[in-house]
């Protein structure tokens, strides 16, 4: 069997898919003729991105830090789940570990990796036979970023998971995309200026000389979604910029 490239009639659940990298994922899966829901909290944003989507794309309003909601949310769903991509963000939890407020790690735990897990949990019976499930961590899990340690413990968790649930789960398949700097609205937070620099800088110490585009982790999710000899696998996207230097 070669890889699928049609995925007319199947149906794929975008987590945090308004925005950023699930919105590039969904965006290519429904070009590809998938059937997409995207999730996110702002109604005003999913409906803009449904419109961008296009295709067979619907919106759903779910907050993934609320387990009853979420649990609701698969509950209700008739139809089996085919591909499942976790791309929602949480966004905090960083900083350098002397001053990192343990109730910060915590709030960057329930923003990300406990909505991962329950999520899982929420679409399990609902999962296709051969699903997909895809998780977007972050090269923080296993590079040696100073400040990101907090990041590192919270993607490194979900990191872990991928090998035992690949194998406890099959044949439904689990994979992660491991992304480095991606020029997303997440980091709209910062200052247009500020951010300017942040990038050049992170640019020049990337072998690439670039930060990446939300596109470039949505090609890695689609390589998952459509091969079905991978599972347990943690591919990272950075460019290169998690590469040990040998310091
Ligand atoms: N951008 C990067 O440099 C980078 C690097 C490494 C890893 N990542 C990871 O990649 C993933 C996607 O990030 P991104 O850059 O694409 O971010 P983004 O552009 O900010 O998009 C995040 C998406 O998640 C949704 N979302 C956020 N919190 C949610 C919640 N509690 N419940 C449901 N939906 C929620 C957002 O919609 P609403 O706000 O409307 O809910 C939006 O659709 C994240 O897990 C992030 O940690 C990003």
Same mark, same amino acid.
């Given at each position: ?31 590809? $003729? ?5 999730? #996110? ?12 989507? $296009? $295709? ?7 907050? #993934? ?84 340690? $907090? ?49 050049? #800088? ?29 599972? #347990? ?15």
């Amino acid at each position: 069997m070669s890889v699928s490239r049609s995925l007319h009639g199947q149906r794929v659940v975008v987590m945090g898919g308004s925005s950023g990298i699930g919105e590039a994922t969904a965006a290519l899966l429904a070009a590809d $003729g998938a059937e997409v829901v995207i999730t #996110g909290r702002d109604q005003a944003r999913l409906d803009a991105a449904v419109e961008r989507i $296009g $295709g067979k794309t619907t919106g759903h309003r779910l907050d #993934g830090t609320d387990p009853v909601r979420v649990a609701e949310f698969f509950a209700s769903s008739v139809e089996p789940i085919d591909h499942l991509v976790l791309a929602l963000s949480g966004a905090s939890g960083s900083g350098p570990i002397a001053s990192l407020d343990p109730a910060d790690l915590e709030v960057g735990f329930a923003g990300k990796f406990w909505p991962f897990v329950r999520t899982l949990q929420g679409a399990l019976p609902r999962l296709a036979a051969h699903a997909s499930v895809t998780f977007v961590t972050a090269a923080s899990a296993r590079a040696a970023f100073p400040g990101t340690s $907090g990041l590192a413990a919270i993607n490194g968790a979900l990191q872990a998971m991928v090998p035992p649930l690949a194998v406890e789960l099959a044949p439904i398949r689990i994979n992660a995309v491991s992304p480095g700097v991606i020029d997303t609205p997440w980091w709209d937070a910062i200052p247009t200026e500020a951010r300017t620099e942040l990038f050049t #800088g992170i640019s020049a110490a990337t072998p690439v000389g670039r930060v990446g585009h939300a596109d470039e982790v949505a090609d890695v999710i689609r390589l998952f979604v459509g091969n079905g000899f991978m599972t #347990g696998t943690v591919i990272d996207c950075t460019g290169g910029a998690n590469l040990p230097t040998g310091r």
